[in-house]
């Protein structure tokens, strides 16, 4: 988000292109229904102020002020904001179908990517053939299986390339190489060919360009809610979205372009993702996937898939730092379960329930996409009492969810044995603990999320201790957020990796 600074200048601006009275009318299209309380909005910039830099949090202290639902104006739009496991259960489970439609960000509506992505269309034909095709050919069990060599195979280079920088007495960037290695996973598994070097600077420019779209999709943009104003595009967002769009767009056309000249030449096919796709192009029904198709789909597969993941890893990485003996309590679980003669495998995640135990806690404190992604009412629907008129933008603060105190004792602590005698998942059946949403547009990549980020993490705690810089003390460690879509630390996590002894 936009520092308040930043956003009253761009306000002021906004002001000259902006008709007062006709501001006010379309803010008060939702007069006659209940909305959900919340704070007083100003005139026309209604309470884009309360949002701050790290809205999350905002919208958290707002709701305890409030309610758990909540409505904002935010320029002239309605928004509501829901906070708690009750009302999210109204979101993604009793009113599901009702609100599944996406509202979209300016910033993911360049070069027609909104138009034929899985993220962002609405449910329809286009939408529910990409998701079955993503579930039957990358995520059912049969195919995650029929990869696990490759991902083992992904892990210990990690392991080699944290050797090799440990015999130099390098510092690891730990959100760095857990990004380069789950990307090189995705790209292995869709185009056949790693996309980065662990040993190169080029993975720190995939790295950018991913993380510049999350970031500019997540930025307070004034376009968003003054809609009269999108096309001037006062802040840049769409200009430099478009960038990033366009360099990962020409990264796919490379791909696809080898691969079809390829075909042409009677080279044999590699059976990847890429081959998948181009050998079933027209559907059932007719609809076909073309190549802007094909670039949207890359699109929301390398971004979510590599950003994700990486992100969940390095917090989690972060929070055992800070809780040494944390640490050893999961190190030792891995020893005892694992030991060291052999590397850690998929079939022993089961087996390691405190292991589990860190990632859910992880994922509670830090979820990825903090506010999920946004929805938006394709009807009036009723809500605990109140009425989400038809347009509404709907907004799940899965972060504030996460530190409920009535959902968790001791919300702000990082204590995974609260999930050893509890319940609880996150593949969208418990509205406590929902990272990756839940209902009909649950993420379609959880399972292979789910291995790669323990693999890696067990991985990483099998081979190596782990400490901080000289100087840096457990409690010192800076666990500063940045806002955007995904929620990033602001200060990259780098650590000292040693070789564990048993090893």
């Known amino acids: 988000m936009e520092s308040s600074l930043w956003l009253l200048l761009s306000l002021g601006a906004s002001v000259l292109f902006l008709l007062l009275s006709r501001a006010t009318k379309k803010s008060s299209k939702s ?9 007083t909005p100003l005139p026309v910039v209604g309470n884009l102020f309360e949002l701050g830099d790290k809205p999350h949090r905002s919208l958290a202290r707002l709701a305890k002020l409030y ?22 259960g109204e979101i993604l489970q009793k009113n599901d179908a009702v609100l599944s439609s996406r509202w979209i960000p300016e910033a993911v509506r360049v070069l027609a990517h909104s138009e034929a992505s899985m993220v962002w269309l609405p449910p329809c034909q286009q939408w529910r053939n990409l998701r079955r095709i993503c579930k039957t050919q990358l995520f059912t069990t049969q195919r995650l299986d029929s990869y696990q ?69 997540g930025r307070a943009n004034l376009s968003d809610y003054f809609p009269l104003l999108a096309k001037l595009d006062l802040q840049g967002i769409r200009r430099r979205s478009t960038k990033y769009f366009k360099r990962l767009h020409d990264i796919f056309d490379e791909h696809i372009d080898r691969r079809l000249h390829r075909e ?58 800070r809780n040494p003996r944390t640490m050893a309590k999961v190190r030792e679980e891995i020893a005892r379960v694992i030991g060291f003669a052999r590397a850690v495998e998929e079939a022993d995640i089961g087996s390691l329930p405190y292991l589990q135990a860190t990632v859910k806690e992880t994922l509670r404190l830090h979820p990825t996409v903090p506010l999920l992604l946004p929805r938006l009412a394709e009807a009036t629907v009723e809500l605990h009492g109140y009425e989400i008129p038809e347009g509404t933008r709907v907004l799940i603060n899965v972060w504030a969810i996460g ?23 996150f593949r969208g059946r418990d509205m406590e603990l929902i990272p990756f949403g839940a209902g009909r547009r649950i993420c379609p990549g959880l399972p292979l999320a789910y291995r790669m ?12 201790e782990w400490r901080l810089p000289e100087g840096v003390e457990p409690r010192d460690l800076d666990m500063e957020e940045k806002f955007g879509l995904t929620l990033i630390m602001a200060s990259p996590l780098k650590a000292m990796a040693i070789p564990a002894e048993c090893c």
């Open 453 to 464: 980020v323990h693999l890696m993490l067990a991985s990483m705690l099998q081979r190596f």
């Open 403 to 425: 530190r409920d105190s009535s959902a968790w004792t001791e919300p702000e602590e990082f204590l995974p044995e609260r999930f050893l005698n509890r319940e609880v998942d």
């Open 67 to 88: 309610s758990p639902v909540m409505t904002l104006r935010l320029g002239q739009v309605t928004t509501v904001f829901v906070s708690s496991p009750e009302m999210a």
């Open 264 to 321: 042409r030449d009677g080279t044999t096919a590699r059976n990847d993702f890429l081959d998948e796709l181009l050998e079933h192009q027209v559907q059932g029904d007719g609809t076909k996937f073309d190549r802007q198709a094909l670039k949207s789909l890359f699109s929301d597969i390398f971004v979510a898939g590599s950003d994700t993941s990486s992100r969940t890893v390095e917090w989690a990485m972060a929070e055992l730092l």
């Open 149 to 217: 060599s490759l991902r083992s195979q992904k892990v210990q280079e990690l392991m080699q390339y944290i050797s090799d920088s440990t015999s130099k007495g390098l510092l690891v960037h730990v959100g760095r190489v857990a990004f380069s290695t789950t990307l090189n996973l995705i790209s292995r598994t869709v185009f056949s060919v790693d996309l980065v070097d662990l040993y190169a600077e080029s993975s720190q420019e995939f790295k950018q360009v991913v993380e510049g779209i999350t970031e500019e999709a």
């Open 31 to 39: 007069g006659g229904h209940q909305l959900p309380p919340g704070p």
